[in-house]
């Protein structure tokens, strides 16, 4: 079954284009599209989708706003800001409300249907030309871990914790470390409680921070 999307972009040529992009291969089905970020929740509400691309720019109720809400629900799908805009603060603000990636519409196609995939299979992606500035400046406000948090972590959890930092998906990580899919999920689980982390990539923005790559 081809992964589900609800996309939200106040442009409906944009909104066009990306469609035909991701849905080239027949690995993704755009399911639902929004102008504003009311329509975007109307959209996740009407569709159930697996992943939803949001557009932090638009009129009304703008994606970061629509994002704040949808993060909230306990059972909200993987989301992340897709966006011509790489400004930093975007960035910042769109990973602190609890999204799980960011991405240019500029990528190359192969590129967003794979994070989107990804996103679905519970990775956390981030365009490889913001990570390595975003991460250790999010992460330089964060405390150090010091005896108590990383300590605690297993040799095995400090190797997932790098995984995660890469913004791998657990079956990228399982793959590497030769583990099952769902004992990577139980580890993430651990770690976010021993870490104090909201999700998965909170934690790599902490793990960032430690020098953890």
Known sequence: MPVRVV??????????????????????????????????LACVDAHRPDVVLVDVQMPGVSG???????????????????????????????????????????????????????LAAGGAVLDP????????????????????????????ELQVLRGLAAGDSNAVIGERLGLAEATVKKYVSALLIKLGAENRVQAALLAQGWGLT
């Open 7 to 40: 996309l939200a972009d106040d442009e409906p040529l944009m909104r066009a284009g990306l469609r035909t992009v991701l849905e080239a291969g027949g690995a993704v089905e755009v399911v639902g599209q929004a102008e504003d970020g009311a329509a975007m």
């Open 129 to 156: 030309r913001i990570t390595a500035r975003l991460l250790p400046r999010l992460a330089a406000g964060t405390p150090p871990p010091g005896p108590s948090k990383l300590a605690d972590l297993t040799p095995r």
């Open 64 to 118: 970061l706003e629509a994002l704040r809400v949808l993060c909230r629900r306990p059972d909200a799908p993987p989301a992340a800001v897709l966006t011509t805009f790489d400004l930093d603060d975007y960035v910042a603000e769109a990973l602190r409300v609890g999204v799980q990636g960011f991405l240019l519409k500029d990528a190359e196609p192969d590129a967003l249907v794979r994070a989107v995939l990804d």
